[in-house]
């Protein structure tokens, strides 16, 4: 049963547009959330997080999005550059747990075309 | 290094073989964990470490999987007796005490044929 989820595979959107990366999660103990970035042959990167008392986070061009009521998040990069093409992947951690593993999602592969 | 290093890159082992990975961690770096992702997937949890103990390991899918980290720093994730099912890339993360965001290293991808 997937934990956290993210339903769709692809997204294209042309250079300098907005990328919305959506992502759901279905376990309530979660109360901190992730974003990572993948290039091909690497290790995830990570981009920036958010915590459940908030329901914003803002950095540089990426901001992270909360709706902890319908346990939903969302990535907005806003403009979107050919750099970011990667794969995207959303984790949730519960913090009060004995360990701070990540659950992650499948992903997401961001498109950005010229 | 600056960052997560894991060796070997790449791995071929046949069908029955043992494999061992290993993991270099940030320095300094008291929780250390193993994932495991498979071709179109994210990355599942293996087992974590916090120094030198081994604190979950609820993630290892069988006996034939094995983590150690003797020392507090360098981590070895052992399996034995290789199956296909076990081809995929095995990542490395690292992060400090409490801190949520954890640094990957690029990963082993094992292949067993």
């Known amino acids: 049963d997937q934990q956290v989820k993210q339903n769709s595979p692809s997204l294209s959107v042309q250079e300098g547009r907005i990328s919305i990366l959506n992502c759901d999660y279905t376990n309530s103990m979660f109360d901190y959330f992730l974003w990572y970035k993948k290039y091909p042959a690497e290790g995830p990167t990570f981009l920036i997080s958010i915590s459940s008392i908030k329901d914003k986070n803002e950095d540089g061009r990426f901001t992270v999005f909360l709706n902890k009521s319908a346990k939903h998040l969302s990535l907005h990069i806003v403009p979107s550059q050919p750099g970011d093409s990667a794969v995207y992947f959303c984790a949730a951690s519960a913090m009060a747990g004995a360990n701070s593993k990540l659950t992650f999602g499948k992903g997401i592969t961001l498109s950005v075309r010229p | ?113």
């Open chain 2, 1 to 113: 290094g600056a960052g997560v290093s894991q060796s070997p890159r790449y791995k071929v082992a046949k069908r029955g073989q043992d494999v061992a990975l290993r993991c270099d961690p940030i320095s300094g770096h008291v929780s250390l964990f193993w994932y495991q992702q498979a071709l179109g997937q994210g990355p599942e949890f293996l087992t974590y470490f916090q120094n030198e103990a081994q604190l979950d390991k609820s993630g290892l899918p069988s006996d034939r999987f094995f983590a150690e980290r003797p020392e507090g720093s360098v981590s070895t994730l052992k399996i034995q007796r290789t199956q296909q099912e076990d081809s995929a890339v095995y990542l490395c993360a690292s992060s400090l005490a409490g801190q949520l965001e954890a640094f990957f290293g690029q990963g082993t991808r094992l292949t067993v044929v």
